[in-house]
């Protein structure tokens, strides 16, 4: 739905090339983002792709449509920034990256599932699965969209 890059917080690339998660795991959040968010098109602006939403000096134009081609490179980007993002948080920054693809890195900052995380709580189920509303209610394609992510990349 959104995948916005401008937050506060710096946020350091991976200095080395090993990664708490695998290749076929970062695919696999690469397709359920896909799935979940189509490509969209001009009528979509400010977001193109795969829901990136168009930050100020990017040189995206109202009504851009990009290829399959373009969204994906521009998918996967974005999705590794916020997996850098959240490193700290080791074998879950891809769950992390994922929410926060969809519902930006503030709200996964501040939502109930990084403070169960930070006091050593890895009973996030339910916390993961309850960030599935829209405009205040419960959206059941989110809720899909949640326990999917849930069930295929949260690490015991």
Known sequence: MLAVLSFTGAFASNSSSATPYSQQDFEKAVSMIKKYETLHSARHWPLVGYGHKV?????????????????DALLRKDLKKFVDYFKAYGK????????????????????????????????????????CKYRGKVHKQIKSRRIEEFTTLFKH
């Open 55 to 71: 930050q100020p000096g990017e040189k995206f134009k109202p009504g851009t449509t990009l290829s399959e081609s373009q969204a």
């Open 92 to 131: 879950d920054s891809l769950l992390l990256g994922v929410l926060a693809y969809n519902v930006g890195p503030g709200r996964v900052n501040n939502s109930a599932v990084v403070k169960l995380l930070k006091s050593g709580n890895r009973d996030i189920k339910d916390a993961f699965i309850s960030l």
